[in-house]
């Protein structure tokens, strides 16, 4: 696996990626030159990177504080939100009761209900993970309880044949039937959990000690260092790419058994 | 028939409302209507008939997965124990997550028999028995669709039920690995004399196979007959005249009974 993971395919896509991302960056520039933008509206990409260099401290600390309140956020809502699927698939009442709400959940803007949870939970960081929670839950509750519900009929009959009881049945085939599922639901959570993270910092960064991307971006913002907060976007970016990217190695290796 | 019957059905019928829904048209559809057939022990049987004719119905009532809306199903004389009866789905139906092996056991422990080591030496004996004892720590997607079949098959026997239910077994599988799997099966029952109930819609895998055949036709049993073919019973039978004429037979009652 590790010797053919560096094939001609993928040099082919990092040359792909490179070629567009150095086009890019011409356009850039030839936009600043064309339409003599003041590096207020739009920096340089050097100006950029000058400015990446020399708040790389701030930048870093800032990209590993937004990094572990994604992370928390994401593995609470893993973990909350299979808890809750389990439930949904055991009781049909309940899951007719309670999923409604989540689907509300789903539904409420996060932008609005986040100065509402600062106000019960305070500036801090464990605001920022409730709302990461709260946006990544959804697809991970719809993922597994799908994965939970959806067993093949053959499977179902095989254990019934076998007087598997309830337990059994979760624990053998329900809860390994759903993995596929669950990786789904945490691959596109992965990608919001970044999002809910900085979200969240916008409003709660300003009032404490919490320091991280999103707070430091309202900040750069203040100031118009535009330069600085395009590096801050950059870092965020690849904090997004690196979880997403974390999720799908571990689903490679994971979900290599599940392929039928 | 001076057989012992194994497994007999008195009067079953399985109705359903036709349509479901929105789509309800408050008909009632019978699957199986007024079956009374029985099915000797320690031979093969087969039910064989059209698409929808209710076989598979039948048989997943004999498992007991399915209830009828009226009749009864008894076995007669067979112990009355977990795993005493095994079903083959037409798809192999393998847990994707674990090995040929832990598949094979897993019926041994769902019932919760023997320790860990028991079940893994009792599986390992019926992978061997169905001739894949080097592909035992192979996971389902390493194996191909006949090896998967056989990993089915050893997994129904390692209960060693008294009666083994298979659903079309080999009908996702080309005729080679059909008449080896066929072959297969033959060598087990030679084995073990387990009562079986094949369901089929093939011919010639009834002929070969089957000690009786049930002719099944919109949700009735319209014929039995007992198939004269001698035992034992190899692939090389498909090539004589007296095959060629039951298979004739056969055909003939089919088209007949439709």
Known sequence: MRMTLFTKSFWLSVGSVACVAVIVLLFWNLAIFLFDLPAILLPTPWRVLEAAINERSALLEGTLVTGIAATAGLVSAIMLGSGLSILFSQSEVI?????????????????????????????????????????????????????????????????????????????????????????????????????????????????????????????????????????????????????????????????????? | MSETIAISCDQVSVEFAGGTGFAATGSVVRAIDDVSVGFAKSKISALIGPSGCGKTTLLRLIAGLQLPTSGSIHFAGLPNRGGN???????????????????????????????????????????????????????????????????????????EPSVLLLDEPFAALDDML???????????????????????????????????????????????????????????LRREARFGEFYGTLSDVLRNSG
């Open chain 2, 178 to 236: 059909r008449s080896q799997l066929g072959e297969l099966l033959l060598g087990l029952w030679h084995e073990r004399s387990f009562t079986a109930v094949l369901v089929t819609h093939n011919i010639a895998e009834a002929c070969l196979l089957a000690h009786q055949i049930h002719a099944i036709d919109r949700g009735k049993v319209v014929r039995s007959l007992d198939n004269p073919l001698p035992w034992p019973r190899h692939e090389s």
């Open chain 1, 95 to 260: 899951r007719r009761a309670l999923f409604p709400y989540v689907v509300f959940l789903q539904t409420v803007p996060i932008v609005a209900i986040a100065p509402l949870l600062i106000t019960w939970s305070g500036y801090q960081f464990r605001t920022v993970v409730l709302v990461t929670v709260i946006i990544c839950l959804f697809p991970i509750i719809n993922s597994v309880t799908k994965g939970l519900m959806s067993i093949p009929k053959d499977l179902d009959d095989l254990f019934r044949l076998y007087g598997a009881g309830r337990v059994q049945r979760l624990l053998r085939l329900q809860l390994p039937s759903a993995i596929p599922d669950l990786v789904v639901g945490m691959k596109t959570s992965s990608g919001l959990a970044v999002i809910g993270a900085i979200v969240a910092e916008f409003f709660v960064g300003n009032g404490s000690s919490y320091i991280g991307l999103g707070t430091l971006m309202t900040g750069w913002q203040a100031f118009q260092r535009t330069d600085a907060l395009i590096a801050a976007i950059f870092a965020s970016t690849a904090l997004g790419l690196l979880l997403f990217g974390s999720i799908n190695l571990l689903a490679a290796t994971v979900l290599s058994r599940w392929r039928e």
């Open chain 2, 85 to 159: 009866v095994a079903f083959v789905f037409q798809q192999p139906s393998l847990l994707p997550w674990r090995t040929a092996l832990e598949n094979v056991a897993l019926p041994l422990k769902l019932l919760g028999r023997g320790n860990s080591r028991d079940r893994r030496d009792h599986a390992m004996r019926l992978i061997e028995a169905v001739e894949l004892g080097n592909a035992a720590n192979r996971f389902p997607n390493q194996l191909s669709g006949g090896m998967k079949m056989r990993v089915s098959l050893a997994r129904a026997l390692v209960t």
